[in-house]
């Protein structure tokens, strides 16, 4: 397992739609070992091949009930429902924030590194990485979906209200 540089905005490879994953070999493996030490290491919720320079259809995301990494490969969303908006920023995009509406509830097809198809659903901060991490596998960036970055004081004043609302 290695770190792998994450490629931030203007870089091509966050622009352009991955290829499925045909082969399930040991190039994949260590593929998806290094987004998730990659992930760990920088701390986000979600990290995506193409985010480290690899035009595959692969990307990980930290399931926020069982606090466990998920590897998806050739992922593809199969259902969808309600609605939710919050918070979003991006690896790619470092110490940049907006707000973006997302489903909040998300189901997804995908295969295992073996190449064993299965699905799973995510509810609230997994479903929006889903829906982000996938995004990135066709070419497009959270920052499409929102009006404006957040200055410092919006940033703060919406952490704020966040916390007094979990308080409540």
Known sequence: MAL???VE???PCLNK????VTEFNGRLHELLDD?????????????????VGVLRRV??????????????VN?????????????????SVPGKWGIVTRPERVRVRAQDRDGNWFEVEGEELTARAFCHEIEHLDGHL?????????????????????EAQEEE
Do not use: W
């Open 142 to 162: 959270y920052t499409e979906h929102i009006d404006h970055f957040l200055s410092d004081e919006e940033l703060r004043e919406y952490l704020e209200q966040e």
């Open 17 to 20: 739609v991955c290829r499925p």
């Open 59 to 72: 990307c990980v995301v930290m399931d926020e009930d069982s606090e466990e990494y998920l590897e998806l």
């Open 9 to 11: 905005q203007g870089d």
């Open 4 to 6: 792998r540089k994450i």
């Open 75 to 91: 992922p593809e969303i199969v259902a969808q429902s309600g609605e939710q908006t919050g918070l979003e920023g991006c690896l």
């Open 35 to 51: 987004l998730l030490e990659t992930l760990a290491d920088a701390n986000g919720a979600g990290l995506a091949a193409p985010q």
